[in-house]
């Protein structure tokens, strides 16, 4: 391997590291029939959910609705999706700061996009496209393996 692919790929890492992004390549999103606009002033304080629901189109062209939450976390401000991706019951942030699933206890890390920490569900929550626009939150879009799990 050449030096400088080297060099790109530990820079690429150290850069996920310091921001807490999940390495994993971009998925394929879903678009919201309406983006999803969240002011900043709804996310003034740390660790306090602000709800939300967001309906999209399936490719056999049922709508369908999936829930999330926004929060500003110590490090930054995120979207989660609240369906399990185990058994789709709607996870929970708790007073100590995970995303707990109460149905069958799957735990997720907030700071690190939502990381799969335990429990059967074995991967991390679906993804938002979500970015900063202005004073906003903006989600416009919901990872489209979703979709599996509802068809
Ligand atoms: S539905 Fe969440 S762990 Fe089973």
Request: proline share 9%.
């Amino acid at each position: 391997m050449e030096r400088r692919a080297l060099i790109g790929g530990a820079a690429a890492s150290l850069a996920a590291a310091a921001t807490g992004a999940d390495a994993s390549p971009s998925p394929r999103f879903l678009p919201f029939q309406t983006p999803v606009v969240i002011a900043f002033p709804q996310l003034e304080a740390v660790w306090a959910p602000a709800p939300f629901r967001a309906r999209f189109t399936k490719s056999n062209g049922e709508d369908s609705v999936v829930p999330g939450i926004a929060v500003r976390t110590p490090r930054r401000i995120e979207a989660f999706c609240t369906y399990c991706p185990h058994e789709l019951c709607v996870i929970k942030l708790t007073d100590d700061h995970q995303l707990r699933c109460p149905c069958h206890f799957s735990l997720f890390d907030p700071l690190r996009d939502g990381a799969w920490i335990a429990g059967p569900a074995m991967r991390r929550t679906y993804r938002f496209d979500h970015r900063v626009k202005g004073p906003d939150l903006v989600i416009t879009g919901i990872e489209a393996d979703l979709e599996r799990r509802l068809l």
